[in-house]
């Protein structure tokens, strides 16, 4: 199995809603990458899984709150977004937080009304 | 981290024709990558490219990195409509995350 599974594809949601997007790998990576994607930009990196302990958050609002429950599965919490956090969330892996190449799933695309 | 810029942001090409798009930066690179994504996909890892002069093939795509290490190149020939997509170059900082360029879309003229 090489891919990087995410569900689900697409979410709509309130500004008040909780939700969680999914994120699943089962190539035995030990580094997982949550990213968040505008329009016409590049990938924004969010957050940084190594051995499933948080590496790296950059600056991301409390609102978006990441979970690695174990070595294959990582779950991005969603709580009380705004408007402008509407995007492409992909999630990522790669052999290790050294390694060259990332794998990347399909993307949830999220809209938040 | 020093960001890497990437020219043009669009090309416009007719099938058969040849594409190139580049990387550049004010700072020594010590590495550069390249992703494809398609149009409502995920990016896709190309290559990456690490040694000064370095050029890399796979297939129609030609891979450069300048000898100064400055600067990087992916060059595509003769273009086919799945060629279509956004093309990232991608350097790799000290704590080894990517930071992107802004992406160069391909678009075949009909």
């Known amino acids: 199995d090489t891919e990087v599974t995410q569900t689900p594809k697409h979410l709509v949601m309130g500004m008040t809603n909780k939700k969680s997007l999914k994120c699943e790998q089962h190539?035995?990576?030990?580094?997982m990458y949550w990213y968040k994607q505008k329009a016409k930009k590049p990938p924004e990196l969010m957050f940084v899984?190594?051995?499933?302990?948080?590496?790296i958050n950059e600056s991301v609002p409390s609102r978006f709150s990441p979970e690695c429950p174990n070595s294959s599965l990582l779950n991005l919490h969603l709580h009380a977004l705004q408007p402008e956090d509407s995007a492409l969330y992909l999630c990522?892996?790669?052999?290790?937080?050294?390694?060259?190449?990332?794998?990347f799933g399909p993307g949830t695309r999220l809209t938040v009304l | 981290g020093q960001q890497v810029m990437q020219i043009p942001q669009y090309q416009h090409v007719q099938e058969g024709e040849d594409f190139t798009t580049y990387c550049n930066s004010s700072?020594?690179?010590?590495?550069i990558q390249w992703y494809k994504q398609r149009p409502g996909g995920h990016p896709v890892f190309l290559i990456q490219?690490?040694?000064s002069g370095e050029v890399k093939k796979q297939k129609r795509l030609t891979f450069q990195f300048g000898e100064a290490k400055k600067n990087s190149s992916l060059h595509i020939t003769a273009t086919q409509t799945t060629d279509v997509g956004t093309y990232f170059c991608?350097?790799?900082?000290?704590?080894?995350?990517?930071?992107w360029g802004a992406g160069t879309k391909l678009i075949i003229k009909p």
């Open positions: 991608a350097r790799r900082d000290s704590n080894y995350q990517l930071i």
């Open positions: 490219l690490v040694k």
């Open positions: 700072t020594t690179l010590s590495n």
């Open positions: 190539m035995g990576h030990r580094a």
């Open positions: 990522a892996s790669s052999q290790g937080p050294q390694s060259n190449e990332q794998f």
């Open positions: 899984y190594s051995y499933e302990k948080l590496s």
